[in-house]
């Protein structure tokens, strides 16, 4: 179904319930503070990388910001999702953006993707109770990033998994030192068998300021728990975070 949004017109699939409403609702916008934080980040000529791009918002969102001297990666797990992405691409005259048809992840290999059955963008990489699940691809995107290749600015949202996804590409992190904006959902990091505190223990170790988008952009260092708690008191237990390198130590 064709839905109007701000970045232009975007087929979804029929059977979403969540997703296609909200958009309509907001008058055409997704995931409106993230949307403008993103916006407030990206600048014409930079390379962005959208994990997690569904069927194409945040991915046209990067094209416009970025211009035609600029790149999009996007990357999308879900075939059908995939596959609404490539025609929204073209459809709204992004067809050079590239597109990662896998799920990206802290290994390479096939994984099951539990899909559901009302919320598009709801596809999870572990195993979900009475979810249909679907084999694809997974990625490490240290592994199909090119090494001449500079990322700027990444956004991830990966249902519960994105700190994976996050492992996968510390080697670009390292070499690139882009911005973060990172979906961080308690629930379903624990449903995928790993635990929320380790996981911004993980991003500080990355070498990662954390931040809660809303929250901590003024500079006051929220500790795990802290950050746990923040995503667990908003509207559906998650909050984004905003991840950027910490300012490098001059050498002697």
């Not at 017109?9 to 296609?20: E, I, P, S, V, Y």
């Not at 592994?143 to 996968?168: C, E, N, P, W």
Request: net charge negative; aromatic share 4%.
């Amino acid at each position: 179904m064709p839905v109007k949004t701000d970045v232009g017109t975007l087929l979804f699939q029929a059977h979403d319930r969540l997703m296609m409403p909200l958009i309509t609702a907001q008058h055409g916008r997704w995931e409106v503070a993230e949307s403008d934080q993103l916006r407030a980040l990206l600048r014409p000529g930079m390379t962005f990388l959208d994990v997690g791009a569904h069927v194409g918002y945040m991915t046209l969102l990067g094209v416009r910001a970025v211009g035609p001297s600029g790149r999009v990666i996007a990357v999308e797990a879900s075939p059908a999702n995939v596959a609404l992405l490539r025609r929204n691409l073209k459809a709204n005259g992004a067809a050079d953006v590239e597109v990662v048809a896998a799920a990206a992840s802290d290994r390479s290999g096939i994984l099951g993707l539990s899909l559901s059955p009302w919320n598009t963008g709801d596809n999870r990489a572990y195993a979900v109770p009475e979810m249909p699940v679907v084999e694809v691809r997974a990625v490490r995107l240290d592994d199909v990033l090119a090494a001449d290749v500079h990322i700027d600015v990444v956004k991830l949202d990966t249902q519960g998994t994105d700190h994976r996804a996050v492992r996968g590409m510390a080697a670009t992190i390292a070499r690139c030192r882009p911005v973060l904006v990172v979906e961080f959902w308690p629930l379903g990091i624990a449903e995928s068998g790993d635990d929320p505190l380790a996981v911004v223990d993980q991003y500080t170790a990355m070498g990662l300021e954390v931040r809660v988008l809303g929250e901590s952009e003024r500079g006051r260092t929220l500790t795990p728990q802290q950050v746990v708690d923040a995503a667990r008191a908003r509207h559906g237990e998650l909050c984004t975070l905003v991840l950027r390198p910490a300012p490098q130590q001059p050498t002697a």
